[in-house]
């Protein structure tokens, strides 16, 4: 399998073609993964929010094997308000960033209390006040939860993959979902994001994409162009550096 010749290079694409570009990925992907949703083990809006606040810069298995344990101690969002921080903190070690998350999911529990009579609301807006919960977060738990398509997840793998495919060049999370937004049909937004987070842990993982195994491979610019496909950096041999000798100065004395 290579790439064919009659894929355009980055940025030269139209709007038409991308579209219809990512409409065949869209559809490639559904066939691959007709029904999939979050890998975070969760039966509440509750449980599911702990785990994606837990998530960031961790895998899904470290939390899930985290959050039984966690979630027995503090079932509730009351519970988890009235915790000894430093309990908590030690509750989620593995996760890593244990410091900030417990300090977001006592925030973000404190809140839930507060303001909302400890239920997790079901809105973009009320979600991302709740402390240490932005877009991303809020994505999972109204997709995930609620059935609600308000955005499109943007996580490392999504970014990743959006980037390598050619549907945006951006890097920023929220940039990234804009483009994402614009290019998928708002009822696929949730299971969209859902498919690319698998296919990227699959099969286009950062350091060993499987090129060779690739049904996008076709609609890819990026295809055998990275991680081990990519080619190695010609090295530049170093001119030796310039002396520059200095005039004599008349008479020849020293």
């Known amino acids: 399998m290579s790439l064919p010749e009659r894929l355009p290079p980055r940025g030269r694409e139209s709007k038409t073609a991308r579209a219809g570009r990512s409409a065949e990925i869209r559809r490639r992907l559904a066939a691959r993964y007709p029904d999939v949703s979050t890998a975070l083990t969760h039966g509440s809006a509750w449980e599911l929010l702990v785990a994606t606040i837990l998530s960031a810069q961790s895998t899904d298995e470290t939390v899930n094997k985290v959050t039984p344990g966690l979630l027995a101690r503090y079932p509730t969002p009351a519970d988890m308000a009235a915790a000894d921080p430093a309990e908590l903190e030690r509750a989620i070690v593995p996760t890593g960033f244990f410091r900030n998350k417990a300090r977001s999911l006592q925030g973000a529990a404190r809140h839930l209390v507060s303001h909302h009579g400890g239920e997790v609301p079901d809105s973009m807006e009320a979600l991302v006040q709740l402390p240490g919960v932005g877009r991303k977060t809020a994505n999972v738990v109204l997709g995930s939860f609620f059935g609600r398509n308000d955005g499109v997840v943007v996580d490392t793998h999504v970014g990743r993959l959006s980037r390598r495919l050619g549907l ?87």
């Open 168 to 254: 945006t060049r951006n890097h920023d999370p929220e940039k990234v979902e804009v483009d994402l937004m614009g290019l998928v049909p708002a009822e696929e937004w949730t299971i969209f994001s859902h498919r690319l987070i698998w296919f990227g842990r699959e099969v286009c993982s950062a350091k060993d994409p499987r090129c060779d195994a690739c049904e996008l491979a076709e609609l890819c610019p990026s295809a055998f162009r990275v991680g081990r496909w990519a080619k190695p950096a010609r090295a530049t041999a170093r001119r030796p550096a310039r002396t520059t000798r200095r005039p004599e100065r008349p008479g020849g004395g020293a």
